[in-house]
């Protein structure tokens, strides 16, 4: 039997990711300022070469002592625009046994808490990777603006499910200059919005998605909509649940229905370019 496209109809909610979503983390807006990626990668390629090469005994502790270090350089190239000259500094050897192991583990987290036994720490994304500076990598963005005001004037829900602390999402805000108010998700979660302090299993666990249902209650999960940029953690995990998923690629210019074989089942979302074309589909 021919299975539904998607179905705007019945949307009421639309969540969305952030890193990849909401601006392209590969892109450099501002000439000579690296993309929010070149970022990453300066944390997360120095810590691992630093800790790579220190003492087994002193590993558990190493994570404080590289975020504070790495903190106060990342400030500096940042500053200088030099983030792309430190990142080739790294031997490519080091790179590409970071990159081997991350494809074992599956995450940043994963990769540096199993490979130096680091007992769940979050210095990766808690202690660095929030102290990046988004207003020296983004600019202001009234077309999302526009976009959001668009999807709010049509009384849908907003909402963001992400993966990042709550202080990277504000400086995100701040940066493209839209209010994280907008995405009230109602009482009972402790913040504005779903983050990495109040969901515990980040994705691709079920756990966040299980929370959106939990929060908005709706008569049928497929009321809810996620926008994200990752085709297994952002399309994938939510279909699994019912929820409709539309999949930002930054890269087709068209608007294409597509379908993921999940459990047998063939399950339909939205491809598009980015997020303005909401305004197409919704």
């Not at 390629?45 to 090469?53: I, P, Q």
């Not at 987290?109 to 983004?138: A, C, P, Y």
């Not at 929820?243 to 229905?257: M, S």
């Amino acid at each position: 039997m021919e299975q539904k496209k998607f179905n705007k109809d019945i949307v009421k909610h639309v969540i969305f990711d952030i890193d990849g979503t909401l601006y392209e983390k590969n892109k450099e807006y501002k000439q000579g300022k690296g993309s929010v990626q070149t970022a990453h990668d300066f944390f997360i390629f120095s810590a691992w070469h630093l800790m790579s090469n220190k003492p087994s005994q002193h590993k558990k502790i190493a994570d404080y002592l590289i975020a504070d270090h790495l903190v106060e350089e990342y400030g500096f190239h940042a500053k200088q625009g030099t983030l792309k000259q430190e990142i080739e500094k790294i031997p490519e050897k080091s790179k590409l046994e970071y990159l081997s192991k991350l494809k074992k583990h599956g995450s940043n987290g994963k990769t540096f808490n199993n490979e130096f036994n680091l007992n769940n720490s979050k210095f990766l994304h808690e202690t660095m990777i929030q102290h990046i500076d988004f207003h020296s990598i983004l600019n202001k963005d009234e077309k999302l603006q526009g976009t959001f005001d668009y999807l709010k004037n049509k009384d849908y829900n907003l909402g963001i499910l992400t993966t990042e602390t709550y202080k990277t999402a504000k400086d995100v805000a701040s940066a493209m200059g839209f209010d994280l108010k907008d995405f009230h998700m109602g009482p009972g979660i402790g913040q504005l919005i779903l983050c990495s302090k109040n969901v515990k299993n980040k994705k691709p666990s079920l756990e966040g998605f299980e929370k959106l249902i939990n929060i908005y209650k709706p008569s049928n999960p497929s009321e809810i909509v996620y926008v994200g940029d990752h085709l297994i953690k952002d399309i994938e995990t939510p279909l699994k649940l019912g929820i409709q998923a539309i999949h930002v690629t930054n890269k087709t210019d068209k608007i294409i229905h597509k379908t993921l074989k999940i459990n047998n089942q063939d399950k339909n979302y939205l491809e598009i370019k980015d997020v303005y074309n909401l305004k197409e589909v919704l």
